[in-house]
Antibody
Framework: EVQLLESGGGLVQAGGSLRLSCSVSGPTPYEMVWVRQAPGKGLEWLSYISRSDNIIHYADSVKGRFSVSRDDAKNSLYLQMNGLRAEDTAVYYCAIRADYGAFDPWGQGTQVTVSS | SYVLTQPSSVSVAPGKTASIPCGGD??????VHWYRQKPGQAPELVIYFDSERPSGIPERFSGSNSGNTATLTISRVEAGDEADYFC???????????FGFGTKVTVL
């Protein structure tokens, strides 16, 4: 069974940057997504990256500030977050987008806190 | 942008049936996926392709999708089913994935 593990979260000041990583236990020939959840709120999809890295999509809320990438040699997915705002405070999850379009499995999440 | 609406909460007695609607414009033309999230845990897929169950999900969980409403049904509800439930689709017009607002299921 594939497992995902996020890392790189932490406390950062508004305007700062963070780079999240998602380590996949095994080869990463998968489509992958990032999703976040603000405190007490619902799930918000952030980004999608295709297997071959040639198709990338972003939610409007992060487009131009966040950048997704992958390194299949390291079985890893990344999310570079620039220009962070207080409203970016959330738990960030990575997940595999399965062939049938659903997200499965998910990582356990990493907390990002942006102080204003 | 495409919007999915869910009731904020649903309450159900043990042993009864819980129905969680997910409304969206012509959602019946899309594939709907459902996730369960227990407190402090990551979301978990419970239904995909409207009505398919991943391995390990009990038969008590079922789904349907038609017209403007998709529905997750939990039969013979147990205390362990208390969680937040989210529906999700892919909007081809925007290439965005969209989640519903989420429904908190409380077992009385």
């Amino acid at each position: 069974e594939v497992q995902l593990l996020e890392s790189g979260g932490g406390l950062v000041q508004a305007g700062g940057s963070l780079r999240l990583s998602c380590s996949v236990s095994g080869p990463t020939p998968y489509e992958m997504v990032w999703v976040r959840q603000a405190p007490g709120k619902g799930l918000e999809w952030l980004s999608y990256i295709s297997r071959s890295d040639n198709i990338i999509h972003y939610a409007d809320s992060v487009k131009g500030r966040f950048s997704v990438s992958r390194d299949d040699a390291k079985n890893s997915l990344y999310l570079q977050m620039n220009g962070l705002r207080a409203e970016d405070t959330a738990v960030y999850y990575c997940a595999i987008r399965a062939d049938y379009g659903a997200f499965d499995p998910w990582g356990q999440g990493t907390q990002v806190t942006v102080s204003s | 942008s495409y919007v999915l609406t869910q009731p904020s909460s649903v309450s159900v007695a043990p042993g009864k049936t819980a129905s969680i609607p997910c409304g969206g414009d012509n959602i019946g033309r899309k594939s709907v996926h459902w996730y369960r999230q227990k407190p402090g845990q990551a979301p978990e897929l419970v239904i995909y392709f409207d009505s398919e169950r991943p391995s390990g999900i009990p038969e008590r969980f079922s789904g349907s999708n038609s017209g403007n409403t998709a529905t997750l049904t939990i039969s013979r509800v147990e205390a362990g089913d208390e969680a937040d439930y989210f529906c999700q689709v892919w909007d081809s017009s925007s290439n965005h994935h969209v989640f519903g607002f989420g429904t908190k299921v409380t077992v009385l």
